[in-house]
């Protein structure tokens, strides 16, 4: 599988997009004009034969996956961060209280 979120400028020969609809790519169409700044789900990936068709494409801006983790913070001020909801139940206690925290975690 074709890692597109290189920064690299790719040919496009049509079909499926290839990239995450969230990410923001640069498109150039066969009438010589281009879009940047855009969502990959907002524009057609398919082969038309028109001057709207993407002939090549670069990802500017990669979309990051949201990760969920679970922290139980106690009433002393401590945290702890788990993978999952039930990893998390499984260490609470009488002074604890879960929150879910939502981040992205995305390449520098």
């Not at 997009?17 to 169409?29: A, D, G, K, L």
């Not at 999952?84 to 390449?107: D, P, T």
Request: glycine content about 8%.
């Amino acid at each position: 599988m074709t890692d597109y979120n290189d920064g690299k400028i790719h040919g496009w020969n049509g079909g499926e997009c290839p990239v995450h609809p969230e990410s923001e790519v640069m498109v150039w169409y066969r009438g010589n004009t281009s879009s940047k700044g855009f969502r990959a789900k907002s524009h057609s990936w398919q082969y038309s034969k028109s001057d709207g068709d993407i002939v090549c494409f670069q990802v500017t801006k990669p979309y990051a996956e949201p990760k969920v983790i679970w922290v139980n913070e106690y009433h002393y001020g401590a945290r702890y961060g788990y993978d999952s909801e039930e990893l998390a139940k499984s260490r609470i206690s009488i002074s604890a209280v879960r929150i879910a925290v939502k981040y992205v975690e995305a390449k520098e």
